[in-house]
C-alpha cells in the first residue's frame, strides 16, 4: 500500500454500530475508501447502498477474507460474541482490525487477542470513540489543566428511559455473551475513568434487571462505585430505566467542581442523517455548556466539540506508519478487567 492509496475498507455489520459510529466518517474521510458492507439483513443492506452508493454489499464474512489482498483494513461491528473469530480472522488474513466495543466478551479473550495481533504483524485498536465526547474532552482539560484542584470525587453517568427493554440482539444476549448496560454502555465510561484518574485498586458494585419487559438476561441498570490507585472515587451511573437522568458529569475537587447535563450531540445527530462533515457538527449550544465553580459562584465553560473522526484520522496515520493507535488495546482489556471484576463482586 502507497501513502497515497485510500485504505481499502469493509465494514462488517450494519446495525447502529455500522451505519451510524462507522461507515459515515469512513466516507467522509479521504484516507479512506468505503468498499466493503457485510449484512444478511435486505433493508439494511439497501440502506448500505443508498448512504454510499459503488459499496459492495455481501451477505458474510467469507467472502471478505476471500478477497483480503484487495482490502487493507476491517471494522468489526458485530454483537461482542463475534468480535474474536472474525478479529482473528481478519488478522490472519493480513488485514489492520478495529473491534467495537466491547472489545471481547472476557479479559483473556482480549489478551490473547492482542498478542495473537503482534504475532501476525498488524494494527489492532478499539473503537472507544467517546473518549473524542465533547464533554469529556472539556472535562479531561479542565482536570490536566488544574481548574479543578484535586480531584476526588468523579460522578458519571448514562441514563436513559427505555422501559420497553433493548430491541434486536440487546435484548437477548446474556452477560456471559457480552450483553447488558455494564458490557455496553459501561464500556465508555469505564475507560473513561480510567483515562482519567489511572487504575482500579478496589471496586463496589450493584447491577440489576429491572426492565419489566426484559428477557432477564443482562443487566439494565448498575452502580459502580471505583477507587482509583491515586485516591480518586469513581461513581458509574448505568440505568434504562430514568424517567429522569441526573448530570452526565459532576466532578468535585480541593478548589471547585464541574457539572455538566445532556448527552454529547454526535450520535442524535448522525442517527438523523447528518453528515461529520456537516456545519457545526458535533458542537453543543451555549445552554448546554457545563457550569465550573464554588456554590453560586461559578461560570459557563464551553464545551469544546466532539469529534469521533479523529479516531479514524489517528488510525490513518498509525497504518501509514506516521503515528500511534488512537486507542491502544491493552486499554480495551484494562476495562474488560474492570468488568469481570464488576459482575464477580454484584452477581444477579
Known amino acids: 500500500?502507497?501513502?497515497?492509496?485510500?485504505?481499502?475498507?469493509?465494514?462488517?455489520?450494519?446495525?447502529?454500530?455500522?451505519?451510524?459510529?462507522?461507515?459515515?466518517?469512513?466516507?467522509?474521510?479521504?484516507?479512506?475508501?468505503?468498499?466493503?458492507?457485510?449484512?444478511?439483513?435486505?433493508?439494511?443492506?439497501?440502506?448500505?447502498?443508498?448512504?454510499?452508493?459503488?459499496?459492495?454489499?455481501?451477505?458474510?464474512?467469507?467472502?471478505?477474507?476471500?478477497?483480503?489482498?484487495?482490502?487493507?483494513?476491517?471494522?468489526?461491528?458485530?454483537?461482542?460474541?463475534?468480535?474474536?473469530?472474525?478479529?482473528?480472522?481478519?488478522?490472519?488474513?493480513?488485514?489492520?482490525?478495529?473491534?467495537?466495543?466491547?472489545?471481547?466478551?472476557?479479559?483473556?479473550q482480549g489478551e490473547a487477542l492482542v498478542e495473537h495481533a503482534q504475532r501476525a504483524g498488524r494494527l489492532l485498536t478499539v473503537f472507544q470513540n467517546r473518549r473524542w465526547d465533547g464533554d469529556y474532552r472539556t472535562l479531561r482539560h479542565l482536570v490536566t489543566g488544574g481548574a479543578l484542584g484535586r480531584v476526588h470525587t468523579f460522578e458519571s453517568r448514562f441514563e436513559s428511559w427505555k422501559p420497553h427493554g433493548p430491541r434486536a440482539w440487546k435484548a437477548h444476549t446474556p452477560i456471559s455473551q457480552g450483553g447488558g448496560i455494564v458490557f455496553d454502555l459501561?464500556?465508555?465510561?469505564?475507560?473513561?475513568?480510567?483515562?482519567?484518574?489511572?487504575?482500579?485498586?478496589?471496586?463496589?458494585?450493584?447491577?440489576?434487571?429491572?426492565?419489566?419487559?426484559?428477557?432477564?438476561?443482562?443487566?439494565?441498570?448498575?452502580?459502580?462505585?471505583?477507587?482509583?490507585?491515586?485516591?480518586?472515587r469513581s461513581q458509574i451511573v448505568l440505568s434504562s430505566l430514568a424517567a429522569l437522568p441526573g448530570p452526565r458529569f459532576h466532578v468535585l475537587g480541593s478548589s471547585a467542581a464541574y457539572t455538566k447535563w445532556g448527552f454529547d450531540p454526535q450520535e442524535n445527530a448522525l442517527r438523523d442523517g447528518a453528515l461529520p462533515t456537516d456545519d457545526g457538527f458535533g458542537r453543543e449550544p451555549r445552554d448546554r455548556w457545563g457550569v465550573l465553580g464554588v456554590g453560586d459562584d461559578v461560570r459557563r465553560v464551553e464545551t469544546e466539540p466532539g469529534d469521533y473522526g479523529e479516531f479514524y484520522r489517528l488510525l490513518a496515520r498509525a497504518v501509514r506508519g506516521e503515528g500511534e493507535l488512537p486507542v491502544d488495546p491493552h486499554d480495551a482489556v484494562a476495562v474488560l478487567d474492570v468488568i469481570e471484576r464488576i459482575h464477580r463482586t454484584a452477581r444477579l
Not at 87 to 97: I, K, M, P, Q, S
Not at 186 to 198: K, R, T, V
Open 1 to 108: 500500500m502507497t501513502s497515497a492509496r485510500p485504505i481499502r475498507t469493509a465494514v462488517l455489520g450494519f446495525g447502529l454500530s455500522g451505519r451510524v459510529f462507522h461507515a459515515p466518517f469512513l466516507a467522509c474521510d479521504p484516507a479512506y475508501s468505503l468498499d466493503v458492507v457485510v449484512t444478511r439483513d435486505e433493508h439494511r443492506a439497501a440502506q448500505a447502498r443508498s448512504a454510499h452508493p459503488g459499496v459492495t454489499v455481501l451477505p458474510g464474512a467469507d467472502a471478505v477474507f476471500a478477497q483480503a489482498d484487495e482490502l487493507d483494513l476491517v471494522v468489526v461491528g458485530t454483537p461482542p460474541a463475534t468480535h474474536v473469530e472474525l478479529a482473528t480472522r481478519a488478522l490472519d488474513a493480513g488485514l489492520h482490525v478495529v473491534v467495537d466495543k466491547p472489545f471481547t466478551t472476557t479479559r483473556a
Open 186 to 232: 459501561g464500556s465508555h465510561l469505564i475507560d473513561q475513568a480510567l483515562q482519567l484518574f489511572g487504575p482500579v485498586e478496589s471496586l463496589w458494585a450493584d447491577i440489576a434487571v429491572r426492565t419489566p419487559h426484559s428477557s432477564g438476561v443482562a443487566d439494565d441498570d448498575a452502580l459502580v462505585v471505583l477507587r482509583h490507585r491515586d485516591g480518586v
